[in-house]
């Protein structure tokens, strides 16, 4: 069955979507997808934000990133009425910022200062995820801002679906039992737990400060009681900038390339998003084998390729042409099965399909063709 | 065969950037390593279940699982490992908690212990895998001739595996700082050899670069990088520096073409062959000039076809056989 093709223009287009987000596994080019689009939107006539986690060095210097100052730089357009801002999330300042913002200076020191503030502020697993919703909360906040649409790209995971979990669990985990437990211990630990309870409790610190050191259970009380006083509900805040992203101007691109591995993440993507509901876009598939024309099968190209390297008088280029030719349908073959694949699972998700490109975008000339290649939706 | 790459190494520790098909690779590793009647384990430690799906079987729980017959006799097994289930080990081994540890797992608190402290979760993983390598030195039964880790990608993989500057932080003394150093006597050896998956395209190979010096710095011992997903150069170097200045013979592919009895639509495929061929010698020679950055890291480069029909089982026994004629031993 043939896909329902994806037009991102339309979205782009569309002045009531304020937020797009690029989602995908590691490595299928989310970055660039969401760097190209950006441009596209604000080269038609949108004022545009783009959000990106972590892009390669080429690509951030292409968008004038070099500045790591956590707020949006305005990157010059030269053709159309629209304008582009560009960011890298820092996420440790994402963090020291809401801290600062939050809190009064002196206990904002303290907090900053807290051994293991710092440790979860910069390595805990989630905190970007974290982070990314929480500055895509900022920017979709902030008044007076230049834009009217964010594009974001998503933390390069190990599961897409990390982003929309990492945030509830770190808000879970500083609102939850233990942590809050391990602050009051003056209230008797795990009173209104049961006894059990408040038994395993008794061995979960003692065994807990043999192999940490009581020095971190320590900071770790500090710095939960420091944070709750002054801002309540990390939680509360991972639910709004959810629900912000449930809300029907906000459209969710997923990314994918045409390997099976990044094709069952995309389903598993797109499902969640249904049950969260949670309004998909489409499915971006980039890297594609193109091939120009259908000329013939691959079986004749081989069979071809074949006589002309083994005749009499052979024709050993057109031979090696051939093979060549044959090689680069088989792989569109493969890759059209791993595509249909996925359109048998979710028959209604609008495809659109950008080639393999030779090099990696370095510049903003490149953005534009990666853009133009997204919008036509099909292997040139 | 080529003389082996990596004698007297037990551990051998598999990174690269997401995309790069870094498990299939450790896969195929951990196949090379067991031929002709080795023992192998293979182990993954990021819950992703991946090694399940590379050879095609059941979810693997924690537990040591035969998954697949190496090349000319061998065992390759396999285990993921979760770090709930190593922190009970390790509070076993060390504590005999054994069933507080089962209390606390119940109540969730050892989830909240190794998030709280996320270099205590690597220690425990890297732990699981030295302890699995210190079994061929004191003879256990159980021991394996190599262990292949199918670790964090590229990006985290001096962290995850710097164990004692993770923990430095954690504790200064005690158990688990003991442990860390149980632990870093095996990685930083010349036991154990870290490995990148990457392909030739300009981003995983800066990746890789970086990778090595990150490593290098951090005094672990880097093995060889493993190009993946390679295609084979089509055309002669000639052929290429016609197609890339477009003085391909016009002519004489339209004649063979009607020689090979393709006699329809002849110069709409003469024009898509030599597109092609431009394509294709564009990005061999993008190709060559990434492959030239890796050899300036003075490591040995191991290269993998890519393979059109995807990947199942015999397709790792290519792999793996690609590996061993490449000296990966």
């Not at chain 2, 430690?45 to 061998?74: N, S, T």
């Not at chain 2, 430095?168 to 998956?197: F, Y």
Request: overall charge negative.
């Amino acid at each position: 069955m043939e896909p329902a093709s994806l037009h991102v223009d339309d979205i782009i287009d569309d002045s009531s979507i304020s937020i797009i987000v690029c989602t995908g596994a590691g490595g299928v080019g989310k970055t660039t997808t969401a760097a190209a689009l950006a441009l596209r939107a604000a080269e038609r006539g949108r004022n545009v934000c783009v959000l990106t986690i972590d892009p390669a060095r080429r690509l951030a210097q292409a968008m004038g990133l070099t500045e790591l100052d956590n707020t949006p730089r305005e990157v010059v357009v030269e053709n159309g009425s629209g304008s582009l801002h560009a960011m890298m999330l820092d996420m440790k300042r994402t963090f020291d910022e809401v801290v600062e913002a939050h809190a009064d200076p002196d206990r904002a020191a303290q907090i900053l200062e807290n051994p293991f503030y710092q440790a979860l502020s910069s390595s805990f697993a989630g905190t970007q995820e974290y982070m990314a919703m929480e500055k895509l909360g900022q920017l979709h906040a902030q008044e007076d801002a230049p834009w009217d649409l964010i594009i974001v790209d998503t933390p390069p995971s190990r599961s897409a679906l990390d982003f929309l979990d990492a945030p509830a669990r770190l808000g879970s985990f500083l609102d939850g039992r233990f942590i809050r437990i391990l602050t009051a211990p003056a209230r008797g630990a795990g009173r209104g737990l049961g006894r059990l309870a408040a038994a395993g409790f008794g061995i979960f610190t003692g065994v807990l400060g043999k192999i940490l050191g009581a020095q971190v259970l320590a900071d770790v009380g500090t710095f939960v009681a420091a944070i709750d006083t002054t801002f309540g509900g990390f939680r509360e805040r991972a639910d709004k900038t959810f629900a912000l992203l449930q809300e029907d101007n906000t459209r969710f691109l997923v990314i994918a390339a045409p390997e099976p591995d990044a094709m069952r993440e995309a389903s598993y993507f797109v499902d969640r998003l249904r049950s969260e509901n949670m309004p998909l876009g489409g499915l971006i598939v980039n890297r594609v084998q193109s091939v120009d024309r259908e000329l013939m099968s691959a079986e004749t190209a081989a069979a071809a390729a074949q006589r002309l390297a083994t005749g009499t008088d052979p024709e050993p280029l057109t031979a090696r042409l051939l093979r060549l030719h044959a090689d680069r349908l088989r792989i569109r073959e493969r890759q059209h099965h791993v595509t249909e694949s996925f359109t048998g699972a979710h028959p209604g998700v609008p495809i659109a399909q950008v080639p393999a490109l030779a090099e990696d975008v370095h510049d903003l000339d490149g953005l534009e063709q990666v853009g133009e290649l997204l919008a036509l939706g099909r292997p040139v | 065969m080529t003389e082996a790459l990596w004698p007297g190494v037990a551990l051998h520790v598999v990174s690269g950037k997401g995309g790069t098909g870094k498990t299939t690779v450790a896969a195929a590793l951990a196949m090379a390593l067991a031929r002709d009647g080795g023992r192998t384990l293979l182990m993954e430690v990021e819950g992703r279940q991946g090694i399940a799906q590379v050879f095609d079987v059941p979810p693997l729980p924690y537990e040591e699982r035969q998954v697949a017959v190496a090349p000319g006799g061998g065992e390759v097994w396999a285990l993921a490992v979760d770090p709930e289930d190593a922190l009970l080990d390790y509070l076993e081994i060390f504590y005999n908690l054994r069933r507080a540890g089962s209390a606390l797992r119940r109540m969730g608190a050892v989830d909240f212990a190794t998030t709280i402290a996320p270099g205590l979760r690597d220690v425990l993983l890297t732990g699981k895998a030295c302890e699995v390598v210190r079994r061929a030195e004191k003879q256990e039964p159980n021991a394996y001739d190599a262990v292949v880790l199918d670790a964090p990608p590229t990006g985290r993989i001096a962290r995850f595996l710097n164990v004692n500057s993770e923990v430095s932080g954690l504790a200064k003394v005690g158990p688990i700082r003991n442990h860390a150093d149980l632990v870093m006597s095996v990685i930083a050896s010349p036991r154990t050899a870290v490995h990148l998956v990457t392909l030739l395209e300009e981003m995983p190979i800066q990746e890789t670069i970086d990778g090595v010096e990150e490593l290098r710095e951090a005094n672990l011992p880097v093995g060889g990088v493993i190009v993946n997903m390679t295609r084979p150069p089509l055309l002669t170097h000639d052929e290429m520096n016609m197609a890339t200045t477009a003085s391909l013979p016009v002519k004489q592919i339209e004649e063979a073409l009607v020689k090979a009895g393709l006699t329809s639509e002849v110069p709409a495929i003469t024009q898509t062959l030599i597109r092609e061929g431009l394509d294709h010698s564009q990005r061999v020679q993008l190709e060559e000039r990434e492959l030239e950055r890796l050899n300036e890291l003075d490591l040995p480069v191991l290269q993998l076809p890519y393979l059109t029909g995807g990947i199942d089982l015999s397709s790792l026994y290519e792999l793996a056989g690609a590996l061993s004629e490449q000296g990966a031993r």
